[in-house]
């Protein structure tokens, strides 16, 4: 409340007009909120949260013009920390919305219909064993293709049933437990089938999952892949929409900061957007906007 009526003060000083004045406030209360349920402190907020802000004002609906208002009112907010000596820096120069609008996720896939990806997928071969894994990590784990990616053999623990996910420029990093019909499709890849792949394609490498082909990458992989699991569900499209439907149903288990650890969300509000409740209503939406035949 203080730091309110100091910014008050500020803006005040600064001549602004009774209404002008209480929108400014109005915003620093919302924005101020935001923060402390993302635990983030006022001044050590960096681009990067003020960013995240902006996709939480549209995703409560709020237009362009007026998050372009809110922004007007936190830059003089950030005006007023410089002229405290308390910031060196604004966090919003050079911040304008250009109209960039995340939708929120839906066409998910049910719990059942996760599993049965993983327990019909085919691992009669080499590629079918080290698949299933791969999809494993995916429906259990929620790991998105770059994650997969730049898993390495050591993150994997299979006596303690835990796999460490590392930390990317868009997760945190987290330790997730395995689920335990896993642990045997893992544990026939890591010693059986991984050291044949290394031997037939002459690899040395530290990844945990390994191409068939010449490449490291693993592109190929995830989309042979991919085209794999739309073949046994005509409703899958990509690993995003198997990561999306994953949080979707933690987040029915889960307390969210619970769910925000295990997605490696640095942000509760991203978290936020795959509450049953708010899918369930932009469901609705969308079938009015665009009823099936």
């Avoid at 730091?3 to 209480?22: C, H, P, S, W």
């Avoid at 250009?98 to 327990?119: C, M, N, T, V, Y």
């Avoid at 420029?169 to 997730?176: D, F, I, P, V, W």
Wanted: proline share 3%; charged share 25%.
């Amino acid at each position: 409340m203080e730091l309110i009526n100091q910014f008050n003060d500020y803006l005040l000083d600064k001549n602004q007009v009774l209404n002008t004045r209480n929108g400014n406030i109005k915003t620093l209360i919302n924005y101020l909120t935001w923060l402390q349920k993302e635990n983030i402190q006022p001044a050590e907020a960096i681009h990067t949260d003020i960013m995240e802000y902006i996709n939480y004002c549209q995703e409560k609906g709020n237009k362009k013009t007026t998050i372009n208002r809110k922004l007007l009112s936190l830059r003089h907010f950030y005006d007023y920390l410089i002229e405290e000596h308390k910031i060196t820096l604004n966090p919003l120069t050079e911040i304008k919305l250009r109209g960039i609008i995340k939708r929120q996720p839906h066409d998910l896939l049910k719990e059942s219909e996760l599993e049965a990806l993983f327990e019909k997928y085919p691992d009669n071969n080499l590629i079918g064993k080290r698949n299933k894994a791969i999809t494993g990590m995916m429906i259990y784990q929620g790991i998105d293709s770059g994650e997969i990616a730049k898993l390495q053999a050591q993150d994997l623990h299979l006596e303690q049933g835990k796999i460490d996910i590392p930390a990317s420029h868009k997760s945190n990093a987290r330790t997730l437990e395995l689920n335990g019909k896993q642990i045997i499709p893992l544990q026939i890849y890591v010693t059986e089938i991984r050291p044949i792949l290394l031997a037939e394609t002459n690899k040395i490498s530290d990844k945990l999952f390994i191409s068939s082909g010449k490449s490291e990458q693993l592109n190929n992989t995830l989309g042979s892949l991919c085209k794999r699991l739309k073949k046994l569900q005509p409703k899958v499209k990509n690993p995003t929409q198997i990561r999306l439907s994953v949080i979707s149903h933690w987040l029915e288990k889960h307390d969210i900061r619970i769910a925000q650890y295990m997605a490696g969300h640095r942000y509760v509000s991203s978290t936020e957007r795959y509450r049953k409740d708010q899918l369930e209503s932009l469901q609705d939406q969308l079938e009015k906007l665009h009823p099936l035949e």
